[in-house]
């Protein structure tokens, strides 16, 4: 079992920056991918960024490619989300989740799930 548990959410303005963590307890095999995904109210849950924990790929949706940076902690149950020049259109709830590889398209594939971080972003 694995037990992810997300914190760093919060509000901010237009343009502001945030940083997310995911610490998850349990082993997580080097082959797994730890990703996160958002979930909007009224809108499907949709993947963001993935990280395979031996490190041989990352992938980020194209909404938040070039802004977003998902990156390995002081060991490979800690993953951050970095976000910068962060938009409206980012304001959801944020999940992290643990799974085999990094399918961004099929959330169903992971099947460990945190409660989730809300971002907020407006003026």
């Known amino acids: 079992q694995v037990h992810p548990v997300e914190s760093g959410g919060g509000s901010v303005q237009p343009g502001g920056s945030l940083r997310l963590s995911c610490v998850a307890s349990?082993?997580?095999?080097?082959?797994?991918?730890v990703a996160w995904f958002r979930q909007a109210p009224g809108k499907e849950r949709e993947g963001v960024a993935c990280?395979?924990?031996?490190?041989?790929?990352?992938t980020y949706d194209d909404s938040v490619q070039g802004r977003f940076t998902i990156a390995q902690g002081i060991d490979a149950n800690t993953v951050y989300l970095l976000m910068n020049s962060l938009k409206p259109e980012d304001t959801a709830m944020y999940y992290c989740?643990?799974?085999?590889?990094?399918?961004?398209?099929?959330?169903?594939?992971?099947?460990?799930w945190g409660q989730g971080t809300q971002v907020i972003v407006s003026s």
């Open positions: 989740a643990v799974g085999p590889g990094c399918n961004l398209e099929r959330p169903q594939a992971f099947p460990y």
């Open positions: 990280r395979l924990t031996n490190g041989l790929l990352t």
């Open positions: 349990g082993h997580i095999d080097a082959r797994d991918g």
